[in-house]
């Protein structure tokens, strides 16, 4: 699943570190994310969207 994750972390100047702390996730599950080697469980999706005030759709992208 492609996504804009790493983008939308680099607008905040948001480290991996910071963003997984703000998820409640580890740094290696958004490193996997954002490189497409995870897909997010729907709960996971759903705060990563709220924190970044965008829906779903905008953030994730199927292939």
Known sequence: M???LKVLRAERNWSQA?????LDVSRQS?????????DPSLPLA???ARLF????EAIFEDQ
């Open 18 to 22: 910071d963003l997984a702390l703000r």
């Open 30 to 38: 958004v490193n996997a994310i954002e490189t497409g080697k995870y």
């Open 2 to 4: 492609k996504n804009r």
């Open 53 to 56: 005030d965008a829906p779903i």
């Open 46 to 48: 759903f705060r990563i």
